[in-house]
T-cell receptor, first 114, second 115 residues
Framework: NAGVTQTPKFQVLKTGQSMTLQCAQD?????MYWYRQDPGMGLRLIYY???????DKGEVPNGYNVSRLNKREFSLRLESAAPSQTSVYFC?????????????FGPGTRLTVL | GENVEQHPSTLSVQEGDSAVIKCTYS??????FPWYKQELGKRPQLIID?????GEKKDQRIAVTLNKTAKHFSLHITETQPEDSAVYFC??????????????FGSGTRLSIRP
């Protein structure tokens, strides 16, 4: 049982390049989330998927797109990377029972945009 | 939308003393309040959570209290040890029967334990 996995662990891009961050979970969770974490700051929600087939914007969605490929996988795409997107990106998934939203995090992807 | 404020941003305590971190939230519909610990270079890990139908929860040296009227909740760590040094995040979430439910995090507290 691997929990939440993310690839790649590290990535360096040049301004304007594109890339996709991959996330998968094997806990049969309905909901998945993408966060970014900048130095000295908390976790800010980029996009989330409450259930398979749905996606919604979070606090900081500009410059990103997402795809909920199936129940297990949720990818984050940067179409034209900018230095302001240098950050650590965490994927999370949630059991999401009827009332409570307990989340489990992946190991993170450290992205640098030059 | 929900807003979560966390204080202090940094905290240094002597080993063996207690540490307290406080958070306030804005959405009175919030019903779930987790606390995460993040060590350097690692992912956030859930250490304790509290649901809105209880006022206090304890797990060994860690306790969390919730005051729904005042909309604030706190993390208490007693008998601190060097391995407690980390960044701690509070969070608040509204009920998930609303499809818009999501967790909003505080900005974090860097806790340092002095030997």
């Amino acid at each position: 049982n691997a929990g939440v996995t993310q690839t790649p662990k590290f990535q360096v891009l040049k301004t304007g390049q594109s890339m996709t961050l991959q996330c998968a979970q094997d806990m049969n969770h309905n909901s998945m989330y993408w966060y970014r974490q900048d130095p000295g700051m908390g976790l800010r929600l980029i996009y989330y998927s409450a259930s398979e087939g749905t996606t919604d914007k979070g606090e900081v969605p500009n410059g990103y797109n997402v795809s909920r490929l199936n129940k297990r996988e949720f990818s984050l795409r940067l179409e034209s990377a900018a230095p302001s997107q240098t950050s650590v990106y965490f994927c999370a998934s949630s059991e999401r029972d009827y009332y409570y939203n307990e989340q489990f995090f992946g190991p993170g992807t450290r992205l640098t945009v030059l | 939308g929900e807003n979560v404020e966390q204080h202090p941003s940094t905290l240094s305590v002597q080993e063996g003393d207690s540490a307290v971190i406080k958070c306030t939230y804005s959405d009175s519909a919030s019903n779930y309040f987790p606390w995460y610990k993040q060590e350097l270079g690692k992912r956030p890990q859930l250490i304790i959570d509290i649901r809105s139908n209880v006022g206090e929860k304890k797990d060994q040296r860690i306790a969390v209290t919730l005051n729904k009227t005042a909309k604030h909740f706190s993390l208490h760590i007693t008998e601190t040890q060097p391995e407690d040094s980390a960044v701690y995040f509070c969070a608040a979430s509204t009920p998930v029967y609303s499809s818009a439910s999501k967790i909003i995090f505080g900005s974090g507290t860097r806790l340092s334990i002095r030997p």
